[in-house]
């Protein structure tokens, strides 16, 4: 009888703060340069996101649960260009806060105030989610 592998899994409990499994979130996230910024265009918000493409995606759609419009994914700075002074001159750095989507995490580039409405938008289009496929799995 082979030795059972206790590895997998273990990793995961009692670290108090979530693991980041994508290695292209890490790697955006670890990378300063500005070219690994996206923009989320939500309703009147414009914010500067950080991750790899898969969850950056992931995030935009459950913020996109949230509103009646669509939320919009560009790689480049909006014609626009970001209305909240704030949020323009949001830089990069560690004391951003990360957001954990599924095995990866985002960072927003915002101003304090468009980061929390970002983040909450993004708990409220969780519940919705989490709300739509009970209802179906539970039938
Ligand atoms: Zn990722
Ligand atoms: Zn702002």
Known sequence: MPPVDFRQSQSDIDTGHPAIHCNECQSALQSDSQQAVSFLLLDQLTIPIVSCDDHLERFASVCGLTTEDTATLLDHRP???????????????????????EEGAIVAMACPVHQAEIVQRFHTGLETHHHLSSDVSSL
């Open 79 to 101: 014609a626009g260009g970001i209305c909240c002074p704030g949020c323009r001159l949001a830089r990069y750095n560690a004391a951003q806060p990360l957001v954990p989507v």
